[in-house]
């Protein structure tokens, strides 16, 4: 009966969607199912190589990444003194855009799939690092007294009692890196391979061709949800529940003085330095691409060149900030409204859940088109991105409101709006801020693709001439730019966090 | 098995600002169970922490029958006891106990005899999570058991079961650790378990924990067994409770 409602429910979808996209006066730009489905019909060989090529280097690209989270995770759990530098080192890596990294390991690579599946790695590594180390955490204190009380050490904890009690939090990890593995293969797609999803995607965008690019998002969708789901599916199966985590940064409970952080800035900015260097030195590569720390400097240096690059920056950011803005608002607002009326709330999550997993950034080319290449587009595009998956973590956050809370606030008849601002949202808070955290790469990945794809504007579109023209200085120092302001951007949210939650979840800050 | 005795030497313990044990010292007997009794938050599982080497004092020794808790552990001669069971949700019971074995690095050879023992026989193949808090117990006591540790520390190991589970369980698992020589040392709330079980029981005052009584259990109050009537039974925890509210 459900099966059957529930087909009946896609049926009328696609029924309205064939509908609009032939009545409405923009349909020039809406291609509808049946458009889409003979465009698939025609091209199916096509279409299929390149989903198969594509899907052929974002799953060694998962591999690869979750293997590096998992001992990472597992470094930090037995060596917990290199919690600090570990934690700091991923965080940045994940907050380079990947439509950063990604003309660098191009002109590192050459041709071939090799950025592909780094950025697939890239990709899905961050969140699988954090789903893990809290996984791995997540034991009793007993069962590390247990092994401790036969003289067994760290390591052995972690092979007898952290690893399987961490399983569940894996899969919830494998299952949001499944979607990110393909958007990051084709993200490395879009800066200059031969084939695949995201050239076909490239392509067709640049070619006008509507029905062509509304194929390959909606099959990119398609695909996207199906590994999502197998891993959700996988992990009922294997490990039966699958806890709520919230993916916040490690380390940040820890409150230090502002001197010990500073040093602890000018420590990991040295080290980063010298990784890159050495990095560079070690694998003995060019330095007409592969340029080094001293290079960037000598290259902003001269004042003209910082002038072109801070003006893209500066383009770029006009357009981040509202987009980030307006979808975490409405992704919290949205969640708010929804908690009002729980039978809505509980038939709003899964469709979230599966609308976070799809790549909106594939569908990037669309929303250029519906809504021009000036800022309104850009800014939906982010603010898309954003909203789903604080839609969810806010959904998650305000469902863990205590059960007892509710009953006193009832026992009183408070009323649904005192329940609200008094008891729910401040439940919701750590959960909207964890992911006004990890928004911030996303947002910038978003603009900067964006801009690299369709638009032509700011840092994104020069980043793509400088890859183009080897201008490499200036794609290093665009990559180092946005890195910096990923960090300074991230930092900023984290402060405003711990301020909120001083306030209003003081057991979160310690 | 030998078993070793217990000597602490002045040992104390602070965190930040609580002072939780004071300097507190006593040599327990090998092969002899104590308990020790005292209030809610008086220092008691720190002190038996510390005794396992979980918690290092901030002065003061701890020896083992003249080792330190760390060397005993690594021998695997230390086995414990927590008030949760704390065990594994994966693991069967049978694999559960066995992990004692495994991680004292000592042969399981007698475990389904032990699983019997401790009154789980049938359930060697069922995971905790189908088992009741007391059978819970049962397997908790059988993984301490099954190394034949020389000193076995129990901190409120029936603390979470009902009063009739846990007179059971004081009745039919004691004895187990018993025939084996372990020295024990048991952390409860109820007097009268104290009184059952332990062959000396010291008590304690409130936080930071100093020794308030030191009582020698007559072994006729063992047999006396489940008749808290008994006088000599209704003797000694009638001492216990007057130490007790003396040093509140
Ligand atoms: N890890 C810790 N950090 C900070 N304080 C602690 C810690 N462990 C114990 N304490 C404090 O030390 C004191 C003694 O605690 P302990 O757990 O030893 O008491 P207890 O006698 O076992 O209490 P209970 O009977 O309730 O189990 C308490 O005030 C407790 O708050
Ligand atoms: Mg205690």
Same mark, same amino acid.
């Given at each position: 009966?459900?099966?059957?409602?529930?087909?009946?429910?896609?049926?009328?979808?696609?029924?309205?969607?064939?509908?609009?996209?032939?009545?409405?006066?923009?349909?020039?730009?809406?291609?509808?199912?049946?458009?889409?489905?003979?465009?698939?019909?025609?091209?199916?060989?096509?279409?299929?190589?390149?989903?198969?090529?594509?899907?052929?280097?974002?799953?060694?690209?998962?591999?690869?990444?979750?293997?590096?989270?998992?001992?990472?995770?597992?470094?930090?759990?037995?060596?917990?003194?290199?919690?600090?530098?570990?934690?700091?080192?991923?965080?940045?890596?994940?907050?380079?855009?990947?439509?950063?990294?990604?003309?660098?390991?191009?002109?590192?690579?050459?041709?071939?799939?090799?950025?592909?599946?780094?950025?697939?790695?890239?990709?899905?590594?961050?969140?699988?690092?954090?789903?893990?180390?809290?996984?791995?955490?997540?034991?009793?204190?007993?069962?590390?007294?247990?092994?401790?009380?036969?003289?067994?050490?760290?390591?052995?904890?972690?092979?007898?009692?952290?690893?399987?009690?961490?399983?569940?939090?894996?899969?919830?990890?494998?299952?949001?890196?499944?979607?990110?593995?393909?958007?990051?293969?084709?993200?490395?797609?879009?800066?200059?391979?031969?084939?695949?999803?995201?050239?076909?995607?490239?392509?067709?965008?640049?070619?006008?061709?509507?029905?062509?690019?509304?194929?390959?998002?909606?099959?990119?969708?398609?695909?996207?949800?199906?590994?999502?789901?197998?891993?959700?599916?996988?992990?009922?199966?294997?490990?039966?529940?699958?806890?709520?985590? =919230? /993916? #916040? &940064?490690? @380390?940040?409970?820890?409150?230090?003085? +502002? %001197?010990?952080?500073? !040093?602890? *800035?000018?420590?990991?900015?040295?080290?980063?330095?010298?990784?890159?260097?050495?990095?560079?030195?070690?694998?003995?590569?060019?330095?007409?691409?592969?340029?080094?720390?001293?290079?960037?400097?000598?290259?902003?240096?001269?004042?003209?060149?910082?002038?072109? =690059? /801070? #003006? &893209?920056? @500066?383009?770029?950011?006009?357009?981040? +900030? %509202?987009?980030?803005? !307006?979808? *975490?608002?409405?992704?919290?607002?949205?969640?708010?409204?929804?908690?009002?009326?729980?039978?809505?709330?509980?038939?709003?999550?899964?469709?979230?859940?599966?609308?976070?997993?799809?790549?909106?950034?594939?569908?990037?080319?669309?929303?250029?088109?519906?809504?021009?290449?000036? &800022?309104? @587009?850009?800014?939906?595009?982010?603010?898309?991105?954003?909203?789903?998956?604080? *839609?969810?973590?806010?959904?998650?956050?305000?469902?863990?409101?205590?059960?007892?809370?509710?009953?006193?606030?009832?026992?009183?008849?408070?009323?649904?709006?005192?329940?609200?601002?008094?008891?729910?949202?401040?439940?919701?808070?750590?959960?909207?801020?964890?992911?006004?955290?990890?928004?911030?790469?996303?947002?910038?990945?978003?603009?900067?693709?964006?801009?690299?794809?369709?638009?032509?504007?700011?840092?994104?579109?020069?980043?793509?001439?400088?890859?183009?023209?080897?201008?490499?200085?200036?794609?290093?120092?665009?990559?180092?730019?946005?890195?910096?302001?990923?960090?300074?951007?991230?930092?900023?949210?984290?402060?405003?966090?711990?301020?909120?939650?001083?306030?209003?979840?003081?057991?979160?800050?310690? | 098995?030998?078993?070793?005795?217990?000597?602490?030497?002045?040992?104390?313990?602070?965190?930040?600002?609580?002072?939780?044990?004071?300097?507190?010292?006593?040599?327990?007997?090998?092969?002899?169970?104590?308990?020790?009794?005292?209030?809610?938050?008086?220092?008691?599982?720190?002190?038996?922490?510390?005794?396992?080497?979980?918690?290092?004092?901030?002065?003061?020794?701890?020896?083992?029958?003249?080792?330190?808790?760390?060397?005993?552990?690594?021998?695997?001669?230390?086995?414990?006891?927590?008030?949760?069971?704390?065990?594994?949700?994966?693991?069967?019971?049978?694999?559960?106990?066995?992990?004692?074995?495994?991680?004292?690095?000592?042969?399981?050879?007698?475990?389904?005899?032990?699983?019997?023992?401790?009154?789980?026989?049938?359930?060697?193949?069922?995971?905790?999570?189908?088992?009741?808090?007391?059978?819970?117990?049962?397997?908790?006591?059988?993984?301490?058991?099954?190394?034949?540790?020389?000193?076995?520390?129990?901190?409120?190991?029936?603390?979470?079961?009902?009063?009739?589970?846990?007179?059971?369980?004081?009745?039919?698992?004691?004895?187990?650790?018993?025939?084996?020589?372990?020295?024990?040392?048991?952390?409860?709330?109820?007097?009268?378990?104290?009184?059952?079980?332990?062959?000396?029981?010291?008590?304690?005052?409130?936080?930071?924990?100093?020794?308030?009584?030191?009582?020698?259990?007559?072994?006729?109050?063992?047999?006396?067994?489940?008749?808290?009537?008994?006088?000599?039974?209704?003797?000694?925890?009638?001492?216990?409770?007057?130490?007790?509210?003396?040093?509140?």
């Amino acid at each position: 009966m459900t099966r059957l409602r529930r087909l009946a429910g896609v049926l009328a979808g696609l029924i309205i969607w064939e509908a609009v996209a032939r009545g409405l006066p923009g349909s020039v730009l809406i291609s509808g199912p049946v458009p889409m489905a003979l465009h698939f019909y025609e091209h199916a060989g096509l279409i299929t190589r390149a989903a198969l090529e594509t899907t052929s280097n974002a799953v060694p690209g998962f591999f690869w990444g979750n293997l590096v989270a998992v001992a990472l995770a597992a470094l930090v759990v037995v060596v917990p003194r290199t919690e600090r530098v570990v934690a700091a080192l991923a965080l940045l890596v994940f907050c380079i855009p990947l439509i950063a990294s990604g003309p660098i390991l191009r002109v590192l690579y050459g041709p071939g799939d090799g950025p592909q599946i780094a950025l697939a790695a890239l990709a899905v590594y961050y969140t699988t690092f954090l789903a893990m180390l809290v996984g791995l955490r997540a034991v009793p204190q007993s069962w590390t007294d247990l092994m401790a009380v036969y003289g067994r050490g760290r390591f052995d904890t972690l092979i007898r009692v952290r690893a399987r009690a961490s399983l569940p939090y894996l899969f919830v990890g494998l299952q949001i890196a499944a979607p990110a593995a393909f958007l990051g293969a084709m993200i490395g797609e879009f800066t200059g391979a031969e084939r695949g999803l995201g050239v076909l995607t490239l392509r067709a965008m640049r070619g006008l061709q509507i029905d062509a690019t509304w194929t390959l998002a909606t099959l990119t969708a398609v695909i996207a949800m199906i590994a999502y789901r197998f891993f959700g599916w996988l992990g009922q199966k294997l490990v039966g529940y699958r806890p709520v985590i =919230l /993916l #916040s &940064a490690p @380390g940040a409970k820890t409150a230090r003085s +502002l %001197p010990a952080r500073a !040093a602890e *800035l000018v420590g990991i900015t040295l080290l980063v330095l010298i990784l890159w260097q050495v990095l560079m030195d070690g694998f003995g590569l060019n330095a007409f691409f592969a340029k080094r720390p001293a290079d960037v400097a000598l290259f902003l240096a001269d004042a003209a060149n910082r002038e072109v =690059l /801070l #003006s &893209a920056l @500066g383009e770029t950011l006009s357009f981040t +900030l %509202p987009g980030y803005l !307006a979808g *975490l608002l409405l992704g919290a607002g949205l969640a708010v409204l929804l908690v009002l009326s729980p039978p809505l709330s509980r038939a709003a999550m899964p469709v979230a859940i599966a609308l976070r997993a799809v790549p909106i950034i594939t569908t990037a080319p669309l929303l250029v088109l519906a809504f021009g290449r000036g &800022a309104a @587009g850009t800014v939906i595009i982010v603010a898309v991105m954003i909203f789903f998956p604080t *839609l969810v973590a806010c959904l998650q956050g305000l469902r863990q409101t205590p059960g007892q809370i509710f009953d006193v606030f009832n026992s009183y008849g408070a009323g649904r709006f005192r329940l609200l601002s008094a008891a729910q949202i401040p439940a919701m808070l750590p959960a909207f801020f964890a992911s006004a955290r990890m928004a911030v790469p996303s947002a910038l990945l978003a603009v900067t693709t964006t801009e690299w794809l369709a638009t032509g504007r700011g840092i994104g579109v020069l980043m793509a001439l400088t890859s183009s023209t080897s201008n490499y200085n200036m794609l290093w120092s665009c990559v180092v730019a946005l890195s910096v302001v990923a960090v300074i951007f991230y930092a900023l949210v984290a402060m405003c966090e711990r301020a909120v939650l001083r306030v209003y979840a003081s057991e979160q800050v310690a | 098995m030998a078993s070793a005795s217990i000597c602490c030497d002045a040992v104390s313990k602070r965190f930040g600002r609580t002072e939780a044990v004071a300097p507190f010292s006593a040599t327990l007997a090998a092969g002899q169970t104590t308990a020790l009794v005292g209030p809610s938050g008086c220092g008691k599982s720190t002190i038996l922490r510390m005794i396992a080497g979980l918690e290092a004092p901030d002065t003061g020794t701890i020896r083992l029958g003249g080792e330190s808790p760390k060397d005993l552990a690594r021998r695997g001669a230390l086995a414990m006891a927590f008030q949760d069971p704390s065990l594994l949700p994966w693991r069967t019971v049978r694999s559960n106990i066995a992990l004692g074995a495994w991680l004292a690095r000592r042969p399981a050879g007698n475990l389904d005899a032990l699983i019997s023992m401790v009154g789980l026989d049938g359930f060697a193949d069922h995971r905790p999570a189908e088992l009741s808090g007391g059978m819970r117990q049962r397997a908790a006591i059988a993984r301490a058991l099954i190394s034949d540790p020389e000193v076995l520390l129990l901190d409120e190991p029936f603390g979470a079961v009902d009063m009739i589970t846990r007179s059971r369980l004081n009745a039919e698992l004691p004895p187990l650790w018993r025939a084996r020589n372990a020295t024990s040392v048991l952390v409860t709330h109820s007097v009268q378990e104290a009184v059952l079980i332990a062959d000396r029981i010291i008590v304690l005052s409130p936080r930071p924990a100093r020794i308030v009584a030191d009582l020698p259990v007559d072994p006729a109050c063992r047999d006396a067994g489940q008749d808290p009537g008994t006088p000599v039974f209704h003797d000694m925890t009638g001492k216990v409770l007057a130490a007790l509210e003396g040093s509140m």
